[in-house]
Nanobody, 116 residues
Framework: QVQLVESGGGLVQPGGSLRLSCAAS????????MAWHRQAPGKQRELVAL???????RYADSVKDRFTISRELNKSGVYLQMNSLKPEDTGIYYC??????????WGQGTQVTVSS
């Protein structure tokens, strides 16, 4: 089993920055790829950013050039640096680990609110 715990969410003004962290524990070496998903009010969850075990990253079009995903080489955590935040970035952000076995592990989520 893998446990994922997010932190770093909060309230920020438009144009501001936040850095989300996700700490992985348990059988973290079973994790292949790691990602951040978000769920905005009244919308479906969407993939925001993903980073593979080979450190390749991909992003949703809506966050390209503003967000940066990174991960610890020892698989102990993943981060999401969010710059130039917009009100439409508001939502609950979830850390997700995709296992080599096909299992998915989700954190409990952290709230990000972008508002003046």
């Amino acid at each position: 089993q893998v446990q994922l715990v997010e932190s770093g969410g909060g309230l920020v003004q438009p144009g501001g920055s936040l850095r989300l962290s996700c700490a992985a524990s348990g059988n973290r070496y079973s994790i292949k790829d790691m990602a951040w998903h978000r769920q905005a009010p009244g919308k479906q969850r969407e993939l925001v950013a993903l980073i593979t075990s080979g450190l390749r990253a991909r992003y949703a079009d809506s966050v390209k050039d503003r967000f940066t995903i990174s991960r610890e080489l020892n698989k102990s955590g993943v981060y999401l640096q969010m710059n130039s935040l917009k009100p439409e970035d508001t939502g609950i952000y979830y850390c997700v680990g995709e296992g080599y076995s096909g299992d998915s592990y989700w954190g409990q989520g952290t709230q990000v609110t972008v508002s003046s």
